[in-house]
């Protein structure tokens, strides 16, 4: 004869609450990251009008990539945003436009034309990364020097956890 353990109520009440716990606590998670979100398009709009009044964005991030990664094609541009070429080229006319991209040509192909930011446009992100840092600092400034590393090794592994997202 074979005997079975009932949990009985109070153990799966207590199940049940640590259930609910982890699923309270995953749905908090989601709400905070979708807080984190917005406010980092915000930011980012923010950022991308530091840099010009009409600066889109967009537009600013392809800026940086390209003070990052640059000199780059247009098709290289296209692939690493997920855009046809068309909408890239008119984001970089914008930075042309600007004095904040500049095109020349490719030495290893003279019909390609490689796509660069400016020194002026380096020197407006490197403002903008300094007043980011700042801000940054002063915002997380009661934080001890644990909680930062705690948090930033938490966030480290929740990125890579999600990586596949």
């Known amino acids: 004869m074979s005997t079975t353990t009932d949990p009985g109520p109070a153990t799966q009440a207590g199940a049940d609450a640590g259930t609910s716990d982890r699923y309270d606590d995953l749905r908090s998670i989601e709400a905070e990251v979708g807080t984190l979100i ?3 398009k915000r930011v980012m709009g923010e950022r991308a009008r530091e840099i010009h009044p009409d600066l889109h964005p967009i537009t600013y991030f392809i800026l940086t ?3 990052v990664h640059g000199p780059l094609r247009g098709a290289d541009l296209s692939d690493a945003f997920g855009m046809d070429k068309g909408g890239v080229s ?3 006319q914008t930075l042309v436009d600007l004095g904040l ?3 020349q040509p490719d030495a290893e192909d003279r019909r ?3 796509l660069d930011a400016t020194d002026e ?3 407006r ?3 903008v990364s300094r007043n980011r840092s700042d801000r940054f600092d002063q915002r997380l400034a009661h934080w001890s020097d644990a909680e930062l590393a705690t ?3 938490q966030l480290a592994s929740y990125n890579r956890a999600l990586s596949d997202d």
């Open 38 to 40: 917005r406010r980092v």
């Open 65 to 67: 990539h390209l003070a």
């Open 90 to 92: 008119r984001q970089v």
């Open 101 to 103: 991209v500049e095109r």
């Open 112 to 114: 390609a034309i490689l």
């Open 121 to 123: 446009g380096r020197q």
């Open 125 to 127: 992100l490197r403002t």
């Open 151 to 153: 948090f930033a090794r």
